[in-house]
């Protein structure tokens, strides 16, 4: 589903990316872990070119993202991408937050769009709030919004970005809850996350980056019980 090769990334001079190869797999779920400031957003916003790589091939679902950012569209319309903030617009409310992307991107009715948008506002667990606007709603509530909206284009992908990070404790486990429902589908999930307990529950495999390169990749339980790097190890040990 997703293929990189030997990809690179700079801020001006700075080097944020360090030639990153990763294959992922259709329905693949893939945790993404390390420390702050290691190149976890720049990579997975590359993915969806949120972000323009500089050097080496990116391909998504077959389609290339170019270096210069043209071929966007087809890779927008088939990945999601749920942020840290949420990222709902705080002038509509949350079915309408659903229903833009689905009638004015892939042309669905608007009958047709709200049809879906109650079938993945219920499956959330937040079809109470479809009138609401964002600012009415509980941040786990906005953070499952976010969640149902994305799936009302029904996208191949789903990038996650510390979805819980910027969450109450409290909240944490409904947002995981609906991660984990979806992680038994065969949507292919990438999710940087620190939720170690969620990685072991549904991760297919661990990507540990520090500093602009991926350092280990490998099945969760081999990661958490034995990991190889030093750089690995001293997270964990941080982690925990
Ligand atoms: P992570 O998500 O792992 O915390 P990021 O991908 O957000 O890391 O950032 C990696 C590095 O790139 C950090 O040093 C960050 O300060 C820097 N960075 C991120 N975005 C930008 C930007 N738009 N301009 C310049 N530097 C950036
Ligand atoms: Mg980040």
Redesign the pocket.
């Given at each position: 589903m997703i293929h990189i090769r030997n990809m690179n990334k700079w801020?001006?001079d700075?080097q944020?990316l360090k030639d990153i190869s990763l294959d992922i797999a259709e329905g693949e779920r893939l945790v993404i872990c390390?420390?702050?400031?290691?190149?976890?957003?720049?990579?997975i916003r590359c993915m969806n070119g949120l972000e323009r790589h500089h050097a080496g091939k990116i391909e998504i679902a077959g389609n290339p993202i170019s270096t210069d950012g043209k071929s966007l569209a087809k890779i927008r319309k088939s990945t999601g991408m749920v942020f840290q903030q949420f990222n709902l617009y705080p002038h509509l409310t949350i079915l309408e937050n659903c229903v833009l992307a689905p009638m004015w991107v892939h042309k669905t009715t608007r009958k047709q769009a709200e049809e879906t948008a109650f079938r993945y506002l219920e499956r959330v667990n937040i079809t109470a709030q479809a009138h609401k606007y964002p600012h009415q709603l509980s941040g786990g509530q906005q953070q499952r919004a976010a969640i149902a909206r994305t799936l009302c284009i029904s996208p191949k992908i789903m990038l996650f970005?510390e979805p819980t990070s910027a969450l109450d404790p409290e909240m944490i486990k409904e947002v995981l809850d609906v991660m984990v429902d979806l992680a038994r589908e065969n949507i292919t999930m990438i999710c940087?996350t620190h939720e170690m307990g969620f990685a072991r529950r549904v991760a297919d495999r661990m990507v540990f980056?520090d500093q602009?390169e991926i350092v280990e990749t490998a099945t969760p339980d081999a990661f958490f019980d034995a990991p190889q790097s030093e750089r690995s190890k001293a997270f964990l040990a941080k982690v925990f």
């Amino acid at each position: 589903m997703i293929h990189i090769r030997n990809m690179n990334k700079w801020f001006g001079d700075f080097q944020v990316l360090k030639d990153i190869s990763l294959d992922i797999a259709e329905g693949e779920r893939l945790v993404i872990c390390g420390p702050s400031g290691s190149g976890k957003s720049t990579l997975i916003r590359c993915m969806n070119g949120l972000e323009r790589h500089h050097a080496g091939k990116i391909e998504i679902a077959g389609n290339p993202i170019s270096t210069d950012g043209k071929s966007l569209a087809k890779i927008r319309k088939s990945t999601g991408m749920v942020f840290q903030q949420f990222n709902l617009y705080p002038h509509l409310t949350i079915l309408e937050n659903c229903v833009l992307a689905p009638m004015w991107v892939h042309k669905t009715t608007r009958k047709q769009a709200e049809e879906t948008a109650f079938r993945y506002l219920e499956r959330v667990n937040i079809t109470a709030q479809a009138h609401k606007y964002p600012h009415q709603l509980s941040g786990g509530q906005q953070q499952r919004a976010a969640i149902a909206r994305t799936l009302c284009i029904s996208p191949k992908i789903m990038l996650f970005d510390e979805p819980t990070s910027a969450l109450d404790p409290e909240m944490i486990k409904e947002v995981l809850d609906v991660m984990v429902d979806l992680a038994r589908e065969n949507i292919t999930m990438i999710c940087v996350t620190h939720e170690m307990g969620f990685a072991r529950r549904v991760a297919d495999r661990m990507v540990f980056m520090d500093q602009g390169e991926i350092v280990e990749t490998a099945t969760p339980d081999a990661f958490f019980d034995a990991p190889q790097s030093e750089r690995s190890k001293a997270f964990l040990a941080k982690v925990f």
